[in-house]
């Protein structure tokens, strides 16, 4: 009776363990999706900031992107599409306006999202895995927002250029409407913010063990094809916005291979100084001397 007594009181440690387990992802989900409906409300709320000046920018002549492009020289020079916004559906403005609050709030929010999954997962590493991982909230909120900084700057003027400009006759006219365009430009930033997270992917997975620098050299022509396919599909079937999109992130998968080849290195040199330890002196210090 005693040994079947102990068996339950283990039981129910372990059963309490894991609901103490659920319950705190719970509190770090929950503090996540408030930072995201904080920053949506903030969005939601300068509706003439976040339209007028961030979601209709590249529409805009005084866009950063034409105006450095411009002092490039008149044949790097570029004005944006004269397009008018349609709706066709009834509330379809409102529609879009809260789903641009969520994407951007998302966006905004990034940073502290991050940081909750990262305060959730860190009580379960060990002391040299979280010295591996410090850090991680920043790089991974700078390459994200590298990302969609790029596709904002980058790969939506252009592609909205040659979009806007293109006609396969003059019975036709262009009068996208709202909800497509905001579909784009979030087709332009969201993934590109994901796909900038590459070195990092890479990072973890040699730390790992599971990919290696010479796992990626030998198939990085087939990377290169794939990138290449996939900067078809997400972007207009425009060649200059593919190679604007395909070109970071060949360099990004270059980076990885270097990020991976420095890993290679110091487990390495770990292992090197663990085969041969320095020798100990008499009074069981080790010893410095060549």
């Known amino acids: 009776m005693a040994l079947f007594s102990g068996r339950n009181n ?3 440690e372990q059963e309490m363990g894991f ?4 319950e705190a992802l719970r509190w770090h989900i929950l503090r996540a999706a408030l930072s995201i409906l904080v920053c949506g ?9 976040t339209f007028n000046t961030l979601i209709f920018g590249p529409l805009h002549n005084d866009f950063i992107t034409y105006r450095l492009l411009c002092k490039l020289g008149e044949a790097a020079c570029m004005t944006p599409p004269d397009i008018t916004l349609t709706t066709r559906e009834f509330g379809e403005q409102f529609f879009v306006h809260f789903q641009v609050a969520f994407w951007l709030g998302l966006i905004m ?8 999954i990262w305060k959730f997962v860190k009580p379960g590493l060990y002391e040299n895995e979280r ?3 410090r850090g991680i909230v920043f790089v991974c909120t700078f390459l994200f927002l590298s990302g969609v900084s790029f596709g904002y700057f980058v790969i939506a003027p252009f592609a909205i250029n040659w979009l806007g400009n293109y ?3 003059t019975a036709t006219v262009n009068a996208p409407t709202l909800a497509s365009y905001v579909n784009y430009m979030t087709m332009f930033t969201i993934p590109t913010g994901i796909v900038f997270e590459l070195p990092l992917g890479a990072y973890f997975l040699g730390k790992i063990g599971i990919i290696s620098s010479a796992f990626l050299k030998t198939y990085r022509r087939h990377a290169i094809v794939i990138i290449f396919i996939i900067a078809a599909i997400v972007t207009p079937p425009d060649v200059i916005t593919q190679i604007l999109i395909s070109i970071p992130v060949l360099l990004l998968y270059e980076v990885s291979i270097m990020v991976v080849k420095s890993i290679e290195r110091k487990n390495l040199k770990e292992m090197a100084e663990y085969d041969n330890p320095l020798p100990i002196n008499k009074t069981g210090s080790e010893s410095t001397d060549a």
């Open 167 to 169: 006609s396969v006759g």
């Open 41 to 49: 409300i903030v969005v939601f709320s300068a509706k003439d900031f």
């Open 19 to 22: 609901l103490d387990h659920l």
């Open 10 to 12: 283990s039981q129910e």
């Open 109 to 116: 929010s990034f940073p502290l999202v991050i940081w909750e």
């Open 131 to 133: 010295q591996v991982t």
